[in-house]
């Protein structure tokens, strides 16, 4: 029989995190250990309430899992079957299809990137995400951080302050950004106005500027938008890949959405069939939830695996950052 357990990790954020739905200065996820005695395997938890996954229901729905005959698998089969059966929120997934995973190539001697079909991880360039933020704060925040070490910045902006913000930035640094818009955009058209402003020569693509559900205005603002579109909240653990294409130029790959390693790959193959570019992100999660992804990074077109360094403390060192550059330790 296995051991299972799972752990709070209280998470307190260098500043405060703001994006178009929402603001916070701490974060609560999840750790969670399968153990045979011998052998250990962790993964990690970062639910996203845009989900609909709060704390409270994640601890609920593991409970249901432990009752359900968790402790008992034999098999990642097993473990699919019984996840199946008793479906978690994405996130809670992903912690426990990882640990188990990770256990089972402990176990067998494998690195995680064979076992998943997948390149060697290498070194990883990343951009960092700066909050929304008054525009007078910009560069202030820039310098203080030092966020010209990185390749690229990606910037979360909303309807009202997004142009302000953007101009802010170029004004600081000589690179190359990408905008965020989390879905702040109601009307397509307004929307295309601000695209037709911006320094299409800087900013590289935005990200899922409206809501998801407005499948129809990204069909018709596919053709006429100046900046590629990347698909976000519009791909979590499915999707529709032929509306999609007609949707976005991209899409941005999560393991806290795709609900496992598994899915993840399965959703990269449905990307490159489609002909999209492939980016992998991540939520506010720790070294371990980036580690995971950079199993899989080399694979991916663009990545944004900051998450991690907002941390005022973060608990894991499995990942080094220098130069905008992510190293495994």
């Not at 409270?56 to 473990?79: F, P, R």
């Not at 965020?180 to 929307?191: A, F, H, M, R």
């Not at 990200?207 to 579109?229: N, T």
Request: glycine share 6%; hydrophobic share 45%.
């Amino acid at each position: 029989m296995l051991t299972w357990r799972i752990e709070a990790l209280h998470l307190k954020l260098k500043y405060t995190w703001r994006i178009a739905r929402n603001a916070s200065d701490e974060k609560l996820n999840f750790l969670v250990q399968v153990s045979d005695g011998r052998y250990s395997g962790f993964g990690e938890a970062a639910p996203n309430i845009r989900y609909g996954e709060t704390p409270d229901l994640l601890l609920q729905q593991y409970q249901v899992l432990i009752m359900a005959g968790l402790a008992g698998v034999k098999s990642m089969e097993d473990l699919l079957q019984l996840l199946t059966e008793h479906s978690p929120v994405n996130s809670l997934r992903f912690a426990i299809e990882a640990a188990y995973l990770h256990y089972y190539c402990q176990l067998k001697q494998l690195a995680v990137h064979q076992l998943l079909g997948q390149p060697m991880p290498q070194q990883q360039g990343t951009c960092f995400s700066l909050p929304i933020m008054e525009p007078g704060q910009v560069k202030e925040f820039i310098l203080k951080h030092n966020l010209q070490r990185f390749p690229c910045l990606k910037i979360k902006v909303n309807s009202e302050q997004g142009a302000d913000l953007l101009q802010q930035v170029l004004d600081v640094v000589d690179k190359p950004v990408v905008l965020d818009g989390n879905e702040s955009w109601q009307n397509p058209d307004d929307l295309l106005r601000f695209l037709e402003t911006i320094d299409k020569q800087r900013v590289l693509f935005i990200e899922q500027p409206m809501p998801a559900s407005e499948a129809a205005a990204y069909a018709h603002l596919k053709p006429l938008s100046p900046l590629p579109l990347v698909a976000d909240e519009s791909v979590t653990d499915n999707a529709d890949f032929t509306m999609l294409k007609q949707e976005f130029h991209g899409v941005n790959i999560k393991l806290m959405k795709a609900g496992g390693y598994l899915n993840a790959v399965r959703l990269l193959h449905e990307v490159r069939k489609q002909g999209l570019m492939a980016m992998i992100g991540c939520m506010v999660e720790t070294s371990l939830g980036i580690w995971c992804a950079m199993q899989l990074s080399a694979a991916f077109d663009f990545a944004d695996l900051d998450g991690f360094l907002i941390m005022e403390d973060e608990p894991f060192k499995l990942v080094r950052e220098e130069q905008g550059i992510l190293y495994l330790k």
